[in-house]
């Protein structure tokens, strides 16, 4: 199975085992065709996101998955708050909201299917996975971490993004080396159970793994 991933540096590598988890398939029989790189930034992501998308069509994806941190700052275990006025939480509102990324994506995917895929029922169905994990990819790290009994935090997702990749890492950034030695082994370790309960603890890893397994069904129910 081929799949696009648009993502900021290695981060198409952690993808890459969740979505193995997440379609109960072994690892190797997913083709990653990767776009993207380290420091691409919020703006530039969304800048070329149509042409990844019409790039992943091209090659005839299966599935395409757009990711990008939320970046908040805030520190809501300390401060009490519910939400981040800067980066809303996709789940907190009803409605789209001008300020949220995950919403953001989704219109952009929606202006790309129209206007550059050419709007027909294949391409209306094709699905595209928006992952935005709040405040960071490194907030599911450190909930799978605490789930393991490795470390970590079940409260990641509220907590500052600052120093998040010190507690998964060691360090302040991670390299491929990092992400392949202490992240994959982590992920791969995960019962059914267990991601279950990560899912409970985090709401952007659920909202993600959701529209995964939407796929998956597709896919057993032999859906174009």
């Not at 952690?14 to 993207?36: C, M, W």
């Not at 969304?46 to 990844?52: D, I, R, S």
Request: proline share 4%; net charge neutral; charged share 25%.
């Amino acid at each position: 199975m081929k799949v696009g991933v648009h993502v900021e540096g290695y981060d198409h590598l952690i993808f890459h085992s969740l979505l193995a988890k997440l379609l109960l398939l072994p690892e190797d029989t997913i083709d990653i065709d990767r776009v993207g790189a380290i420091g691409l930034g919020w703006h530039q992501v969304l800048e070329t996101l149509p042409k990844a998308l019409m790039r992943f069509r091209g090659k005839a994806c299966a599935l395409a998955v757009i990711g990008i941190d939320n970046d908040g700052t805030a520190d809501l275990v300390a401060t009490g708050n519910q939400e981040a006025s800067e980066h809303p939480r996709h789940w907190l509102h009803a409605t789209r909201h001008p300020n949220c990324r995950h919403c953001q994506l989704e219109a952009v995917v929606a202006a790309t299917r129209q206007s550059r895929l050419g709007w027909d029922a294949t391409i209306a169905r094709w699905p595209i996975v928006i992952a935005v994990p709040v405040e960071a990819i490194e907030a599911w790290l450190l909930v799978i971490q605490a789930i393991l009994g490795v470390g970590g935090s079940l409260r990641a997702e509220r907590e500052r993004r600052q120093g998040m990749k010190q507690c998964v890492y060691g360090r302040p950034e991670a390299t491929r080396e990092d992400i392949e030695r202490i992240t994959l082994p982590q992920i791969r370790a995960l019962t059914k159970e267990q991601l279950l309960l990560a899912r409970s603890h985090c709401q952007s890893l659920k909202i993600f793994a959701a529209q995964v397994e939407a796929f998956r069904q597709q896919q057993e129910n032999g859906a174009p």
